[in-house]
């Protein structure tokens, strides 16, 4: 066994100092935008703009734009809820999860993926938001004393949904800007001008980096990544219970929780790994988000994409196992109905090309992984429209049976979504250190003190 | 070979005269409860035959995981997953007697019964005692096949190591991980939800790799902390390793529960008659303190046990909780198994006894004689000594 | 020069393991007031500063079990006691489903609980007047240096001796920190004009924004709550029916009213029987009609031939035979009545008969009376 099998990969490559760790993260932010960033946000804007008009007529002309129809109730809203909500669980998972784990190689994408988090869960809270006909009634969605004497249904998912979405946005923002505050604190120490001072001596509250603060500071981390993990599965279980406690077949199944969950980090993971892709190239990351951390993201996509084939099984088997007619038409209908285009789509996107990062080889090709990012979270938002639209165009009585077709305003919003999240994610970039500073320079080589084998409990103490 | 301060101690024969009489004492329960009451030894049994196979299906689990995802803290204690692992062997015997009383268990073996109801009539092609046998048997083959790849073939290692040992075995882990999953889904539709064949839920797999999880480790985090404390393990294994059995084990309690109740609440809420009478069943009678009992038993004891920072890594918990674990393991089961034994009410008597008696003795004694002349570490893995200086 | 009050003095060391030693000589030296800045944490600085646990851990505990319970009685409270409704048949206090907003609010409170007591009690947080602020220290620690810094509040501080110490555990760029004494003799003052500006300003901006919203915009399409809507209002000139024209519209020549078809002998059963007289023959069509009808509409009660025994037995009370004498007795006009208007438990079935199958199911009742005392000479 030769050395090298031995030694592990450094987290970051090239051995940088801290100071050119510095250096290079704050570089997007202390640089003017250039042309190619100005054509993205351009781009961006204009998807966002195609959205913000879309959802206007919406609100002024009603739900009557889109093609939602009876018995189609749910569409495009809720598939692009389902979605976006799926895309923020992998930031957490980064974050939170493989902190947990202690896996080191999270650092160079944990902050980006946390932002990304944040955005995906923004552009998801607008759907429950708009779908509703009269959003600006939101308000009696929570629990407050009213003149009709009324209150929420505490028992209904769509109200869990309410309570589950907020929290994870508040829990994951407060997770994000924890890492931040010492990060601001480098860059207000930097700061050159004097407003960007101003502005950053607000936002890093003064920190001091002191060690009385980082021991407190650690705990923290290690309680929000300890609560984080939880929520992020409670989320998106609960968004699966939206149709899991349904009696509608092929949406009341016990395995929807863990299914939508290994979905969502599928999912969300793909995206990350798209951005971070073209993060990396674009600002010279590449020593610091290396090929080893894509490596392992596609083995976590394989990973969750086959927790996502298995449900599919399962569902299969136990739609026939049951007995029930309903069940077995349903998944029948998938397959062959006037629906089957997506269903198909859905399959091969979901389970047959990823399985291609079994091979190493293609683990490693950046512009093949790129591509089965993008066919993972195409086939991933098939997954929701087969699941929402195939049972609710054939349910129980044939004579309620009818297709359901999008309108322009339903992909100009879905549209717009995009928009919007990557919109965010350009000012994110321009904005803030997108690589905790903080976290780098803690896991370089050398970075930490060498100790001694500490035996804590060792041969029974 | 790696410079590692390990001097091979054989296991103390007291390990084998517990497991004989553990063995024998439940064996002999066994014989008289199917003298006495075949039906209810039969139900007993199932309980036996699908704890052994959590522990030995899951620890192969385990040693896969570890390989698949490269994880070093684990591979000191890696041999005894492998040790343990060899339970796999004893499933079809504990099966045998359960093949013999097929028609006191199942009810959809009761021909006459089936024809005339719609619903079991329509899954005669899955649920008939022909391709229920060869099921079983083809997952005690895969058993025995992975057994030997993914475990046996690590003890050669230790003196004639071979360079691609490492990524041979990756890649059969990778083959591994959906054989197993099927495996594990089949035999827990087949021997516990197939009890009431009415009865369905896509999540049943699921539920049952998450008791199968936590039983595994908590058998590997006893041996592997026992045997630690007696220096069996060389230099042994530190604080930073227990901290991991605990926040696995904490993580997993969790894990069970999120499943148990995702299940429950589904078919509580739809409130669909042909899906809620299996919770109906276990809310009979004294049924319903069973039922509220589990929940206390397997998730709010060992969560509040181990939710402490400092209780993870503490080894005089992770025992309590890992005992703890197994036998609310065999809760589960009960709870699973018995209701459609006995409907009115929970029984528990001597022969409920049997299953227990018989899986730690099994346990104990394959562990012992299979541990004859081994290494208790795998001295041949060049990642050993990385394993045994694990820090956080 | 105005007197500075001194905060204390810091010393910079370059790798992490002369920090973590220059910690442990720092402490051992008997400094209680003293810290240690790095740019990120450290592994085993706090053990080398011999710091106690964080207390963090109970926080969030505390705040966790506030959030879960405060979230379980409120549900409980306003679904099971202040306002109860029956939903899908569940319990008024389905406990399984409050478990995921249970879960979640525990969740919430114990996340931001824990970080605002952390950032605000623990850390006293905002705070951007701190001495090491915008110090070439501050500026070195931030960035890719070690320090110390032992403050003046210490009991065995002594500046010189302090300085000595520091350069005999190996420190350089000693500094001498100062308190600014801007930031010190800072008052506040409630009556600043920018922030007396700054209130007016804002309660106008919020007080005509809420007027706006409250009385203007409230009552702009789209928000003006369904007020004004696309239907026809009955005493509103129609758009839809043209010019002068109401929703409302007038009623079709020969239009019927509903109650214009009263019984005349409501109420009056001799005088139908007296007056009423059936108009239909006994012929064999009349007859089948009459018994389909009856078959559809008496039977249940009546039974098939009218003596009472029929299915709906023990659920409704029994009718009396149609064969009794009282009943043989009656004039048509009389079984038409009841048929009409119903008596004791039955009711009335003219909404489901016309009156031409009424009078045929009288000949079929006139019939099986027949039927049932039947003599000799019917046979033939």
Same mark, same amino acid.
């Given at each position: 066994m030769s050395i090298e099998v031995l030694k592990e990969p450094s987290v970051i490559e090239g051995k940088p100092t801290f100071v050119e760790i510095d250096e290079q993260i704050s570089s997007p932010i202390d640089k003017s935008p250039n042309i190619k960033y100005l054509i993205a946000l351009g781009i961006t804007s204009t998807m966002l703009l195609i959205g913000v008009i879309s959802i206007g007529a919406t609100f002024f002309y009603g739900i009557g734009l889109w093609g939602n129809n009876n018995p189609v109730g749910w569409a495009f809203d809720i598939i692009n809820f389902v979605f976006w909500v799926g895309i923020g669980h992998a930031g957490t998972l980064i974050s939170a999860i493989l902190f947990l784990f202690r896996q080191k190689w999270r650092t160079g994408i944990a902050r980006f993926a946390e932002g990304m988090t944040i955005f995906a869960v923004m552009t998801a809270a607008l759907f429950p938001l708009i779908h509703v006909?009269? !959003?600006?009634?939101?308000?009696?969605?929570? !629990?407050y004393p009213n003149q009709h004497h009324l209150w929420v249904n505490f028992t209904s998912p769509l109200l869990w949904d309410v309570f589950a979405v907020s929290t994870y946005f508040t829990v994951s923002f407060v997770f994000w800007y924890i890492g931040l505050i010492p990060d601001f604190a480098t860059l207000r120490d930097r700061a050159k001008s004097g407003v960007k001072k101003v502005i950053y001596s607000i936002l890093s509250l003064g920190w001091r980096f002191s060690n009385r603060h980082w021991h407190n500071y650690e705990m923290i981390y290690l309680i929000l990544a300890g609560f984080a993990t939880p929520l992020v599965l409670s989320v998106h279980t609960i968004v699966s219970f939206d149709f899991a406690v349904s009696i509608m077949p092929g949406w009341h199944t016990t395995i929807f929780p863990p299914y939508f969950v290994a979905g969502a980090v599928f999912s969300g993971f793909a995206m990350v790994q798209n951005v971070l892709i073209i993060i990396r190239k674009i600002f010279n990351f590449e020593h610091i988000i290396t090929l080893d951390t894509l490596e392992k993201m596609n083995k976590i996509m394989l990973a969750t994409g086959s927790m996502v084939g298995y449900a599919y099984g399962m569902e299969f088997f136990i739609a026939w196992y049951s007995g029930s007619q309903f069940e077995s038409f349903v998944f029948i209908n998938r397959a062959f109905g006037p629906y089957a285009w997506a269903y198909w789509i859905m399959v091969s996107c979901n389970v047959v090309f990823p399985q291609l990062f079994w091979f190493k080889k293609i683990r490693r090709n950046i512009p093949i992984m790129f591509v089965i990012a993008v066919l993972v979270n195409v086939g991933m938002w098939f997954e929701r429209f087969v699941i929402i639209v195939t049972s609710l165009a054939h349910d129980f009585m044939p004579s309620s049976w009818a297709y359901y077709k999008p309108t322009l305003v339903d992909f100009g919003i879905l549209i717009g979504s995009s928009g919007l999240f990557f919109t965010l994610l350009l000012l994110f970039i321009k904005a803030m250190p997108v690589i905790s500073i903080a976290e780098v320079k803690a896991v370089l080589d050398g970075a930490q003190p060498h100790h001694h084998t500490h035996n804590g409990g060792r041969n029974g103490k | 070979m790696i410079a590692i301060n390990y001097q091979r101690k054989e296991l103390p024969s007291k390990l084998m005269k517990i497991g004989v009489l553990l063995l024998g004492l439940g064996f002999i329960l066994a014989l008289l409860g199917y003298a006495i009451d075949h039906e209810r030894a039969a139900f007993n049994g199932v309980i036996l035959l699908m704890f052994v196979m959590s522990v030995g299906l899951g620890s192969l689990f385990l040693i896969g995981l570890e390989y698949l995802v490269g994880a070093d803290w684990s591979v000191p204690f890696r041999r005894i997953m492998e040790i343990l692992a060899i339970v796999v062997f004893a499933v079809p015997v504990f099966s045998l007697p359960l093949f013999a009383n097929l028609h006191s268990l199942f009810h959809w073996t009761h021909i006459e019964d089936v024809l005339k109801d719609p619903i079991l009539k329509n899954k005669i092609p899955y649920l008939n005692e022909m391709f229920f046998s060869i099921r079983s048997t083809a997952a005690f083959v895969l058993m025995f096949l992975f057994w030997w790849l993914l475990a046996g073939r690590s003890f050669g290692q230790d003196y004639a190591p071979t360079g691609n040992f490492r990524k041979v075995t990756i890649r059969i882990s990778a083959l591994f991980m959906p054989i197993f999953a099927i495996v594990l889904t089949f035999m827990a539709v087949d021997w516990l939800m197939s009890l009431e064949p009415h009865w369905f839920s896509t999540i049943f797999g699921v539920y049952y790799f998450a008791g199968t999880f936590s039983v595994a480790l908590a058998v590997i985090t006893l041996f592997a902390i026992y045997l630690n404390e007696n220096g069996y393990l060389g230099e042994g294994i530190g604080g930073d390793h227990y901290y991991n059995f605990g926040a696995l084990l904490f993580a997993f309690t969790n894990f069970w529960a999120y499943i148990a109740f995702s299940q429950f609440l589904l078919i509580w809420y739809a409130n669909l008659p042909e899906e809620t009478f299996w919770y109906l069943h276990r809310w009979e009678g004294s049924w319903a303190v069973i039922s509220v009992g589990i929940i206390i038993i397997h998730f709010i004891v060992p969560y509040a046990v181990l939710l402490p920072q400092p209780a993870k890594s503490d080894p005089k918990r992770l025992k309590f909780i890992a005992w703890w674990l197994v036998f609310a393991h065999f809760y589960d089961l009960y709870w699973l198994v018995m209701p459609t034994y006995s409907a009115s009410g929970a029984v528990f008597g001597w022969m409920e006894l049997y299953p227990v008696l018989i899986a730690l003795g099994t346990i104990l004694i394959l562990f012992y004689t299979f541990a004859k002349n081994k290494n208790l570490l795998p001295i041949g893995d060049p990642k050993l000594p990385k394993g045994i200086n694990f820090h956080l | 020069m105005e007197n500075k009050i001194i905060y204390g003095v810091t010393g910079i060391f370059d790798t992490p393991d002369e920090i973590i030693s220059a910690a442990k000589q720092v402490k051992s030296s008997g400094f209680e007031r003293f810290d240690v800045h790095s740019p990120y944490p450290i592994h085993g600085m706090p053990k080398a500063m011999r710091l106690g646990a964080s207390p963090l851990g109970y926080f969030a505990l505390v705040f966790g079990l506030t959030g879960a319970f405060a979230a379980f009685a409120l549900m409980t409270y306003l679904m099971g006691y202040d306002y109860p409704l029956i939903i899908s048949g569940k319990p008024f206090i389905p406990i399984p489903a409050f478990i995921p907003v249970t879960f979640e609010v525990t969740v919430l409170l114990a996340s931001v609980g824990t970080v605002l007591a952390m950032l605000?009690?623990?850390?006293?947080?905002?705070?951007?007047?701190?001495?090491?602020?915008?110090t070439d220290y501050m500026k070195k620690v931030s960035s890719n240096k070690f320090g110390v810094c032992i403050e003046a509040k210490d009991e065995k501080f002594n500046e010189a001796e302090v300085i000595e110490f520091l350069k005999s555990i190996g420190a350089k760029d000693i500094e001498v920190i100062y308190y600014d004494n801007e930031a010190l003799n800072f008052k506040v003052n409630i009556f600043e004009w920018m922030f007396v500006a700054f209130l007016v300003v804002s309660a106008l901006v919020v007080s005509g924004a809420t007027y706006i919203v409250l009385n203007k915009l409230m009552f702009a399409p789209p928000f003006n709550w369904m007020m004004e809507q696309h239907r026809l209002d009955a005493q509103v000139e129609s758009k839809f029916f043209g010019k002068g024209n109401f929703s409302m519209r007038v009623a079709p020549a020969g239009t019927v009213s509903?109650?214009?078809?009263?019984?005349?002998?409501s109420g009056q059963p001799e005088l139908a029987d007296a007056?009423?007289?059936?108009?239909?023959?006994?012929t064999e069509e009349n007859l089948r009609k009459g018994m389909k009808k009856y078959d559809i509409?008496?039977?249940?009660?009546?039974?098939y031939y009218g003596i009472g025994d029929a299915r709906l037995n023990g659920q409704f009370p029994n009718p009396p035979s149609l064969h009794s004498e009282k009943v043989r007795n009656w004039g048509d006009g009389h079984i038409f009545y009841v048929i009409t208007e119903g008596q004791n438990s039955m009711p009335s079935y003219s909404s489901q008969l016309t009156n031409e199958e009424k009078w045929a199911i009288v000949l079929y009742v006139r019939a099986l009376q027949r039927a049932m005392n039947a003599k000799e000479e019917d046979v033939k």
């Open positions: 006909g009269r !959003p600006w009634l939101a308000g009696y969605l929570f !629990p | - | 605000f009690l623990l850390f006293k947080l905002p705070n951007n007047s701190h001495p090491l602020h915008d509903r109650n214009s078809n009263q019984f005349k002998f007056k009423l007289i059936n108009p239909l023959i006994p509409y008496c039977s249940p009660c009546h039974g």
